[in-house]
């Protein structure tokens, strides 16, 4: 069974959860986005003992500090901060590492209708590859939510 985002989220240190909430208020708004900004409203608002209206009306900066120290949030959530920070703050890795995988994307983003689960060897030749580049520790974080996020393509991560 693969690992769950709600796992990787309370993994992350309070920095990166930090960058991660931040991330996550600046998302597009599309549909899942404002469902799961709607559901941390809702979180912050029972945790602050505020009406939601209220929560929603805190500055952005504000949302993202209280959402980082919930250690506990949903999958959904956790799901939506982490896409949302790879997308922001680790495109130039996302990409280094697909390229390296020879998966086809835009700008770190796989634009193939579907893709064939990588052999192990070639994720860890890719994952070696972009180390040389990148820190360990970003490198470790997007393999562990390729899998989490999609286990059946990204079943051979270790």
Do not use: C
């Amino acid at each position: 069974m693969s690992e769950r985002p709600s796992r990787i989220w309370k993994d992350l240190t309070p920095e990166l959860r930090h960058s991660a909430a931040a991330a996550f208020w600046l998302d597009d708004g599309s549909n899942d986005g404002a469902l799961q900004q709607a559901e941390a409203i809702m979180a912050i608002a029972k945790r602050l003992n505020f009406r939601p209206k209220s929560a929603q009306a805190l500055p952005e900066e504000r949302r993202a500090r209280l959402l980082a120290q919930m250690p506990d949030v949903s999958d959904a959530v956790a799901t939506r901060a982490l896409i949302a920070y790879h997308f922001q703050a680790q495109r130039p890795l996302m990409s280094a590492f697909l390229d390296a995988l020879g998966v086809t994307h835009e700008n770190g983003l796989i634009t193939a209708e579907s893709v064939a689960p990588p052999e192990g060897r070639a994720i860890d030749e890719a994952a070696g590859h972009v180390r040389q580049t990148f820190p360990d520790a970003d490198v470790r974080l997007y393999l562990r939510t390729l899998k989490a996020l999609d286990s059946e393509t990204w079943v051979n991560v270790s």
